[in-house]
């Protein structure tokens, strides 16, 4: 057995070796592998001092073995000598098996062991001017000779630490001139000693050509001043580890990176926590796993020094195993068939070195197992075997164990479709699937699953819809990296920027995400990073956040959202418990945008296509108002305050609703830093989306995240006048939500059938009464025009109630006969105004040119022509005008009436302003005839006396017969502006119009036939005439018989 050593010997210079300056001595290292029988060990020392010294001003300070190795079978096993450790290359080699002082090398190498103290230097030293310049010479010599004066130089200086080793200068850079350096000091050193000879260096280095010139820079980067504990060996996974770094000088507060494929900062976080003690730092992990085995350093930065110690983490990983078999449904053609399967088992590809294990249960077959070739990304481990069609069902599972002997396992069942079994048979990509169970694709470029369940249906199989949870690769990264962001690698503000910014660049293609499972995994990045910040101040963050948040609802993104959520919420009116348990996609964009802007540093209005967020300083007792979207949002606060106030739109269209309301508005965010006091008011005027229907009712909104549903509570809208006004009083996020069906009056509809119906009744029975007493009436020109206005009158008055009766339901009659409907009744109530016209008219007529008396045939002409062709025209040419009966124009299918768009627009007015100036015209008419009558000679010839009379009965049916139609019209205008959201008002005039609208026929009667004696008296005469004929009939009869 032979032994071999490695000693390390010191020699310390005097003052007349040429590199010495100053008063200090300089050092130099020597180092010698021999190889000799360990019995000869004892007396090594001092055989070894003699050759070495042949100078008497050079003397051996210290001469130490640091390295013992010896031959093994599988290579060499050295150790290290107390004081000595290996190079962290060494340690940190797979191919090299370390344990603590001890390790075994398995090549030809000559290892050797260095001190604990040995500090390694690596530098870079910049310097000025045209002296150095032949370093950059293209010529070998002159590098060679300006590198042996640069390197004299730096050697007189550095020599003097103590333990100094070796310096060298590696190679060049232009930038000025840049030289990179090393330098080994083999001990304990000052880093103020250090930092004191590198500054008298740069002194030192300066051009002596030009005075004003610069001095020499240099940054060092020491390795061994900083001492680094890791745990040495394999770490089991999720476990817990101590890494931990100390100095004997105070050098201020270390920085900890780890390095993998990226090098991190390391934090404090849910994975990691950093604690700083005096000159002691410990990274504390509570979660070992890939994702913390690699390099990690410690760093010390005092001055332009920085000093560093690293070590390797390794961790024993444990993988996530995907199993499947291959046919996933395996079908059999009898029942005792047996059928071939593959079951795979797929792993990503890592550093740990897996035995995999297969168990079986019910399985008779033989088991063959395949092991993937190292190189792919993913491994897939597989497994091949016969099953049987018949009870029980057969069981696989892989087991993958690591080095530490942590096992991980996945197990499948194999299912089987039997020979009367129900099955949905092969679609594409999808396999044979037996009936009652889903088939599982993995997504192709993409991650996760998609889904298809077979149905069962009369004993056979049918395929379901796909469910796709494929999420866009570029996108399933952004999501990674935001779960992860606050485990402790890198600081929580960068790695904020960092998916901010990715997931900015991602949502600016909507080919990326317009699939649910895009919009989803966006949507968790937002949620993610909103639990996790607490302030954003990075400009740049802040207007990532909003753009992404924008981009995320663009309509062509609509389909993205899902339609399952929508309407699926629930309408409170007070505080309480929700009821449904699934949070929808919008509830939590809403929720983490919101956060995401409460915690943002705003520095001016943010305005994006889809979000818009304006924040404002309030004094104490002002109003502040922030505009977004032409929705301003007023806060009256009590205490000075700041408003930030955001507009979202699209979003008010993916939040859940009842059936009943559907959304009016853009959703807007109100937030306050400060707290909100209970006299805070807020008034949002919003802008609409759509106008509002007549007498539906708006409602003021805000999303309550307990009951995750809109609630009225503590908000009020202001009403018809101010539609798009709410006053809340609290903070929170608020929309408008408008009612699907206009408001009813209770027992309107029963009132108009039984008024009409009356009505139609009434003016038959008045139409049958004028015509059995016409001739006896009938005896003067003005009871003539009396009687055959008031004939028009009933028959267009009973065409329009008929008319008004059949449109009463619009909902249930077709658009033809609602807009049929329309036309009669403005034609035929239009027709009865202008035959009262025609009264009054006529009698003004009479009045003011007692003796031109006009015929019956020209008033009959003239009554005709103002009573149907004058509103023929009207109505003929309102129909045109409006597109040609246009609905919304012309008439509105939800009243089969004319339209009414606020004053003096809509159809409406064709009917309302002619009734105004024919009762205009009545009442004036009134008025003068009255006035003629009163004023009438006294001495007027009997002859006229009839003639008066029956003009006193014409302005009698004038008088009852304006206030009864132009009344009625008066309350259906006001029913046409009163909006029934008005309230009581509103109800009241309501009531009134219908009530002397369905009863006008009625009115008809008992006022202008029944209510009039003359028609009562010919009415009577008629009767008896027919009574007393019938009664001298059978008197004759009887006569007849007693003579016979």
Known sequence: MWTFILLYTLYTLGLNICQATGEDNSTQMYYVKLIIDKSAIDNITAILKTPFVRDNNLIVEK????????????????????????????????????????????????????????????????????????????????????????????????????GFDSIAIGNYSVGSIIADFTMTIAGPISTDKLSSKSKELEKKLKDPKDENGLDASIFLETRGIVKLSIPSGLVRYNSNATISCSTTEDLGKPKWHLKTDYTNVITTGTESEVIINGSESTVKLNYTSERWAGEYTCTYKKGHISHKASAVLRVSLLPNIRITTDPSFPRCQRSNDLRHVTVKCEIRNSSETYKVNWDNKNVDSKIDTFVPSPPEKILSYEAKTFVGCQPPIPTLTCTFKNRLNQTRKAEIEIITINVNDAYCEADGEWEETKANYTAVLQCKNAAGQKKRKCNEENQRGIWGPVESACVNLEVHDVLERAITADVGLGELADNAAIVFSRLQNVTNSTDKINSFANMNASVEVLVSMSSKLNHINNESTVNDVLESSSNLLEKSLSSSWGTDNTKSGHLKTNEGEGSSSHVSLAERYLSSVEQLIVVANFTTASRKKNIEVEERNCTQGSQCTNKVFNVNVSLHSSIPNSVKTAGMRQLEKYLPYNDTVEPNSIVVTATTKGKQTAGDTITIDFALTNPRAPNTKILCVYWCNNTRSWSEYGCKWEGPSEEGRCVCHHLSSFAMLVSKTPLTIPGITEITYVGLSVSIVSLIISLVIEMSVWSALVKTNSLYLRHTAHINISVCLLVADCCFLASSTPEKIDQIWCKTSVVLKHFCYLSMFFWMLCLSTTLLHKAVFPFHNLSKRNYLRFSLVLGYVCPLLIVVITFIANDGGAEDLYFSRRTCWLVYKGFMKGSIHTFLIPIGIIIFVNVFSMLVVIMKLLDHPKNIQKSNEKEKTAAKTVMRSVILLTPIFGGTWIFGFAVTILDLTHGDIAFAVNYAFTLLNAFQGLFILLTTCLGEKQTREALLNRFRNKTLASTASSSTKLDSTWKK
């Not at 390295?67 to 190079?87: I, L």
């Not at 390790?103 to 230097?121: A, E, H, K, R």
Request: proline share 1%; with cysteine.
């Open 63 to 162: 001469l130490d073995f640091t390295t013992t190795c010896k031959s093994v079978s599988a290579g060499k096993k050295c150790t290290c000598s107390k004081g000595y450790r290996w190079r962290d290359r060494v340690y940190q080699s797979d191919e090299n098996d370390c344990s603590g002082d001890k390790c075994t090398f398995t090549q030809n190498l000559n290892p050797m062991c260095i001190s604990d103290n040995t500090v390694n230097i690596n530098g870079s030293l910049t310097l000025y001017g045209m002296s150095y310049h032949d370093c950059l010479s293209n010529k070998e010599d002159k590098v060679i000779n300006c590198t042996n004066n640069l390197l004299q130089k730096m050697k007189k200086v550095y020599s003097t630490l103590s």
